[in-house]
């Protein structure tokens, strides 16, 4: 696994700051990691909770929330199975990815209720410049029926907010090329 990570953890004010300004927390490789896991958690979640009947919108509205970024910026996601409405920029584009049922999107069958039992993450790399991480790789879907696990090419970028929690920024997602 490759891996570029910044080490300047430096807590001394840049020319033309106070002391008195927030410190950037900088984000390390083991929280990508821990984030990663986390996340594909919460996608087997949303599935769990679809089989069992339950509410599993407010699951999905819950681990968009919990992971991406919306509520504090702009969010850049390229979802795998997106064709025709291509990129989702708002939560409500997001939470069709995942769920389907939005008219806005008549392609989106639901990724996350199909649903998983497992994913499973092979990192190409990890880079970290501050507050900022980078990721690259191929993730692992393991379909609830028992069929080979749907590999699934990925880029993530996350950022800190202001709670101290990691967000995603950027996800993009694809299925790899095949000629």
């Not at 989106?108 to 990890?126: L, Y």
């Given at each position: 696994m490759l891996a570029a990570c910044s080490t300047d953890s430096s807590t001394e004010p840049v020319e033309g700051e106070s002391a008195e300004e927030e410190v950037v927390q900088e984000i390390t490789e083991e929280e990508v990691l821990e984030f990663q896991e986390s996340w594909g958690e919460g996608i087997v979640h949303i599935g769990e909770v679809y089989s069992e009947g339950e509410d599993y919108e407010a699951a999905a509205s819950e681990h968009?929330?919990?992971?991406?970024?919306?509520?504090?910026?702009?969010?850049?996601?390229?979802?795998?199975?997106?064709?025709?409405?291509?990129?989702?920029?708002?939560f409500?584009?997001?939470?069709?990815?995942?769920?389907?049922?939005?008219?806005?999107?008549?392609?989106?069958?639901?990724?996350?209720?199909?649903?998983?039992?497992?994913?499973?993450?092979?990192?190409?790399?990890?880079?970290?410049?501050?507050?900022?991480?980078?990721?690259?790789?191929?993730?692992?879907?393991?379909?609830?029926?028992?069929?080979?696990?749907?590999?699934?090419?990925?880029?993530?970028?996350?950022?800190?907010?202001?709670?101290?929690?990691?967000?995603?920024v950027l996800h993009g997602s694809h299925y790899p090329y095949t000629p």
């Open positions: 968009i929330e919990r992971f991406y970024g919306y509520d504090t910026g702009d969010v850049l996601f390229k979802p795998t199975l997106a064709s025709e409405e291509r990129f989702r920029d708002t409500e584009g997001a939470l069709s990815y995942f769920i389907g049922g939005n008219e806005a999107y008549p392609e989106d069958d639901g990724f996350a209720i199909a649903p998983w039992t497992d994913v499973q993450w092979e990192n190409e790399g990890v880079i970290i410049e501050g507050n900022t991480a980078l990721s690259m790789g191929v993730y692992y879907f393991t379909p609830a029926d028992g069929g080979e696990p749907v590999e699934v090419e990925y880029n993530f970028a996350h950022t800190r907010n202001n709670d101290g929690d990691l967000k995603i």
